[in-house]
T-cell receptor, first 116, second 117 residues
Framework: DTAVSQTPKYLVTQMGNDKSIKCEQNLGHDTMYWYKQDSKKFLKIMFSYNNKELIINETVPNRFSPKSPDKAHLNLHINSLELGDSAVYFC???????????????FGPGTRLLVL | AQKVTQAQTEISVVEKEDVTLDCVYETRDTTYYLFWYKQPPSGELVFLIRRNSFDEQNEISGRYSWNFQKSTSSFNFTITASQVVDSAVYFCALSAEYGGATNKLIFGTGTLLAVQP
């Protein structure tokens, strides 16, 4: 059983297009995340949602819009794709963080986005 | 500011050698968590260990061991008797409580470990 899944695994598209990546987790977690891994393998958080509420938005261009229809799903929609958006996008989930206890984040397999 | 430094960009060893991956972190928080993740050539991110700032006991899991030293702000990872399957990029990460019900991982730049047969 896949814990955190993402679709599609690969996405090749032209500059200017709009695309979406979907993420689902079956771990019963309340918190979900999007991270971006660039060509140098550097990983950086983009967004975090807790129970469908946006908590973290890390200076990401507003062409990127996350949406959480329920706590098991977190989608990422990207408008007007640019060459610099080419990267691997990882979804993750964790138990809710309370009282200083910071839970482990479990990652999906990643979506490799290539903008031509 | 919070930061994680993995000074070793690439390490190459021969199978059965022991290898240590270094991780140095910076934080002003008194409570924090440290993690190691493995990213094999297939690309997924695999969780290896989570350690909180109050637990400085070393941990061993099979061929893997971790040495956490608050005095030097280090959380090093040793693989004993390395195998070809250990070839991967290894990331050290610091968890920063963001406030509310979430936290964010601040990753180091990763160390590429190549184990030669």
């Amino acid at each position: 059983d896949t814990a955190v899944s993402q679709t599609p695994k690969y996405l090749v598209t032209q500059m200017g297009n709009d695309k979406s990546i979907k993420c689902e987790q079956n771990l019963g977690h309340d918190t979900m995340y999007w991270y971006k891994q660039d060509s140098k393998k550097f990983l950086k958080i983009m967004f975090s949602y807790n129970n469908k509420e946006l908590i973290i938005n890390e200076t990401v261009p507003n062409r990127f819009s996350p949406k959480s229809p329920d706590k098991a799903h977190l989608n990422l929609h990207i408008n007007s794709l640019e060459l610099g958006d080419s990267a691997v996008y990882f979804c993750a989930s964790s138990q809710v963080t309370w009282g200083g206890v910071q839970e482990t984040q479990y990652f999906g397999p990643g979506t490799r986005l290539l903008v031509l | 500011a919070q930061k994680v430094t993995q000074a070793q960009t690439e390490i190459s060893v021969v199978e059965k050698e022991d290898v240590t991956l270094d991780c140095v972190y910076e934080t002003r928080d008194t409570t924090y968590y440290l993690f190691w993740y493995k990213q094999p050539p297939s690309g997924e991110l695999v969780f290896l260990i989570r350690r909180n700032s109050f637990d400085e006991q070393n941990e061993i899991s099979g061929r893997y061991s971790w040495n956490f030293q608050k005095s030097t702000s280090s959380f090093n990872f040793t693989i004993t008797a390395s195998q070809v399957v250990d070839s991967a990029v290894y990331f050290c990460a610091l968890s920063a409580e963001y406030g509310g019900a979430t936290n964010k991982l601040i990753f180091g730049t990763g160390t590429l470990l190549a184990v030669q047969p």
